[in-house]
Every structure is written in structure tokens, then in C-alpha cells.
């Protein structure tokens, strides 16, 4: 058995992943702030169709290249994003050009000869050090810092994160603003405050194409993918709601089915006394939907909806959950002649169906009015699916936005302010450090400022002049300096453009960032291994 290898040098290293860190951080760099712009993506499937999208998300954008690339570290920077995106659901460009412009730093610092282990050191230290400086100018968005009641948060403020998470606060092409108090709404009634969690999974997002974005809207209730076994007639429905785990089945299920030339009929008069019992059962506690995680049969369904209750059939027990938050009722066992159904298991609200695009329609379930349910839905219109996709996703990261500033009360300012701040005070703290880790710390504040300096050149001025002028406003205590939606540089972009960023989602995106390029910094030698793969006939006669 004969094995090879090949080995890039560390100059060659080094550069395969200074190229990578460029070119990934390229593919979303114009897509930043809000006056970035939107990338079309054309890729041709295995089917040899065409796919068509255009987004300025930076996780989208990326992930369409996975899989499609061989290069280890691309791979790697798409993982990293992906991770983040699965934990908070926001702030993936902010990730990405982070670890590209420190891959970048990082790699140029080695090759004037500063050791990794003190670029390492010093990224450390700004890391730190802005993680410090944004506890500093963090602005609190609740009045406390564990709230525990929605009253506690200041609602402005959070509608403000909304906007810059579904819009990067950019006006006029996508009027989603106008959805950001429903997004607070949803996110506040998916909150656990005393586990300090908010289940997203509560909130319902379908894509209804048709009509303008704007007409978007929260249901105070769920949106199923399920159909009626029988009296679709009966629907819409305004009654008591049961939710049952199990089956619904006769005693005697073995003989409910006779098959007689390939059709099936009823068969057995037990099996229909059993089934008029157990409808029964159900009925005289006033129920009109039943929702039931096992099977049905048919028999009990009809003698439901004969007794005016409509039964739905295996139903998911997640949205069985879900139901139970919306309509307030217990989910209990199968119900038997001897364990009918009562009153205290009952929940209210309405059921109805509701249609969408392509005749495809969609269970309604809604809340009694004047209630708050605990799940909630999110009817999402786009004049196009593509359109409407493209809504969902960017309600999406308004909601994510949302819960990161929910679990931990706390916004920065956008628009490059929070950078610039940060990357003031990582210069003062430099020259406490001796010349190779004060390089990397001052390289640290570069790095930050590129961010603001991404924004100035997407708005169409030059960073030379733009990044000078932030310092100066910054070094004369204008904490919140930085650019604003229209593209000004303005000295509080807060009250300028509600430029709001969920602290969580910017600290979790340097810390990763920084995590990750540090991970790359030491390797200096790529071996590859150029062995064929291995053919386990040649390993059992030993030819290999």
C-alpha cells in the first residue's frame, strides 16, 4: 500500500488563505448597510433548470456555494457563518467581512514578520478591548436588565432593531418598516422571561405570493398544512377546540375493514357502535374541531362531523404544541366511552381555511378575540413568489434581530458608530504593548474601521475622506457618529436614521470572527493527501 502526499509551503499557505478570505468577503462586501446593494444569484441545477434569486443576505449568499467549492478554507468561512446564522439568525455579513479582513490582516502582519503567536495576542487584546468599549456605550433597551414583563422594554427602541434587521434600515425598496411593531409583537409573545428564551419556532411564516409586501400581516394564531377528513362545509368554525395524543380507533380494529375486490367497506357492527360511542364522547362536551396526532378512522370521522365537529388527522405533535398555545387547550389521551372528553380539556378560537397561490391552502387556527395567544403567525405577501420569499426571509432576520435585543437588553448604535468607537480606544491602548503585538492591536483597529469604511464606500464617498472626518467627530465625544441610511455622516445616527443594532448579534459576530481567524493565523504547512481513493477489493487481496 503506497501512500502520497503534497505539501504547499508556508509562503503558499499563507496566501491560499489570504485569496479565500478576499474573494468570500467580496461576494457580500456591496451588499453591506443600507445602501448596499442586492446580488442576483444564477445557478443551473442537476436538472440543467435555472435558479434564479436576489438577496443581500450574506448566509444566502454564501451557501450557495457550498458544496460547489473545493477550497478548504471558503469551506470553513461558510461553516462559520452557518454557525452563526443557527445561533442568532443575524448579523452573517457583518461575520463574514470580519474574518475576511482579519485572515487578511493576520496573514499580511506574518508575512512582514511578526510572529503568529503575537498576532494572535493582539487581535486578543483589541478583541477584548472593544468588547469593553461596547459595554460602555451599550443603550439599554429595557428598564431593567433582566426584564420580566413586556411593559419593561422601551417598544420604540426595539421596532428600531426590527427595522435595521429586516430592511439594514434602507427605505423606499422594501417597506417592510411598517411591519416592525408586529415583529416586536411576535417576539414578545413567543418570550420566556423566566427562562430567558424566546421560541421562534412559535412563529408561524408563510408565503402567501400576491398583492404588495405591506399587506403582510401577524395572525394571532397558527397557519397548518392540513385538511379535514370529512365536513369541510362545517368550516369556518368558531367552538371549543380538543387536542388529542393518540389514535382514535374502535376497539375492534382488526375487522374495521373488509377488502372486497381491491375497495375497502365497513365492516363489522361493533366497530360502528364503538365509533358512534367515541364521537359521542367527544361531541357532548361542545367540541367542533378535533385535532388528533394518531390515526383517525373513517367511521369516527363521519359520526363527528355528523354531530358538527370537524377532525383533523395526524397531525404533528409539534403543531399539536402550538396548538395548545394558541387555543389554550390541554392535550390529553385517546377518548373512550369510559374517558370522554370534558370541558377542562377544551381550548376555544376559530379554525378556517385559508387559500394561498397554485389552489395550495392552509389551515387557519386563531385565537378567541381579546386574547394573547402564545404562538403567532405571519401571513407574508409578495407580488411574486420570489418577491414574497424574499420577504419571509428578511421578517426573518427582523425577528432574530428582535430576540437577540430581547435576551440581552442592550443596542448599539449602527451605521459604523459603534466601530469607529471601538477602534479609537484599541489605538490608545497600542502602545502599552511592545512593537509586534502593538502592530497587531493597531491592525485590530483597522480591521474595525473597515466596516464603517464598507459603509462610506457603498454610499458613495470616499473612506480617505469619510473615516478621518468619523475619528475626529468621535474623538470630540460624539459617541454615536457614523453613517446614516441616506448615506450622511451624521454625529448620532440613533436619532438620524434609527440605526440600532442588538448588541448580542455584534459581539457574538467579533467574537466568532475573531475565534476563527486566530484558528487560521498558526497554520503555516497545507498537506494534502493525493492517494487514490482506497477499493476494498484491492485491501482484501492485497494488491494495494
Known sequence: MSVSWNQLSPEETRRGIRQAAKEMGSLVRTTFGPLGADKMIVRRMQDDTVRTFISNDGVAILEEFEGETDHPIANQLIRLVESHENELGDGTTTTTLLASELLTAGTRLIERGVPPTDVIEGFSIGA??????????????????????????????????????????????????????????????????RRGTVHLGYVAIEVFPGRNVTSSELINGTLLPYEPMCAERLLPIDAGILLVEGSLQPRDVSTNSLSVSGEYVTGGGNNRRDSRKIAEAIAEANVGAVFVTGDVSSEIGEQLARRNAVCFRNVKRSDVDVLSRVTGAAIRGPVTPGEPASSNDLGYGTVNVRAAQDEKTWLEVTAPKGTEPRSV??????????????????????????????????????????????????????????????????????????????????????????????????????????????????????SASDALDAQLVRSSSLVRSVEFANSLLTVDNVVLDTTPPINPEEIRTGTR
Do not use: C
Open 128 to 193: 477584548q478591548r472593544t468588547l469593553e468599549v461596547w459595554d460602555e456605550i451599550g443603550i439599554p433597551v429595557a428598564s431593567t436588565d433582566r426584564p420580566t414583563s413586556p411593559t419593561e422594554f422601551d417598544r420604540g427602541q426595539l421596532e428600531q432593531i426590527a427595522h435595521g434587521g429586516t430592511t439594514n434600515n434602507r427605505t423606499g425598496a422594501w417597506p417592510l418598516e411598517q411591519l416592525s411593531e408586529d415583529i416586536v409583537d411576535a417576539v414578545l409573545r413567543v418570550w420566556e422571561p
Open 377 to 494: 403567525g405571519f401571513v407574508v405577501r409578495g407580488g411574486t413568489e420570489s418577491a414574497a420569499d424574499e420577504a419571509r426571509r428578511r421578517i426573518k432576520d427582523g425577528l432574530n434581530a428582535v430576540r437577540a435585543a430581547v435576551k440581552q437588553p442592550t443596542a448599539l448604535p449602527g451605521g459604523g458608530a459603534a466601530d469607529v468607537e471601538a477602534a479609537l480606544a484599541v489605538r490608545k491602548l497600542a502602545p502599552r504593548f511592545d512593537g509586534r503585538e502593538q502592530l497587531a492591536v493597531e491592525e485590530f483597529a483597522d480591521v474595525l474601521e473597515s466596516l464603517p469604511r464598507t459603509l462610506a464606500r457603498n454610499a458613495g464617498h470616499r473612506p480617505l475622506d469619510s473615516i478621518p472626518e468619523l475619528r475626529t467627530r468621535h474623538a470630540g465625544n460624539n459617541q454615536r457618529a457614523g453613517i446614516d441610511a441616506s448615506g450622511r455622516i451624521v454625529d448620532d445616527v440613533v
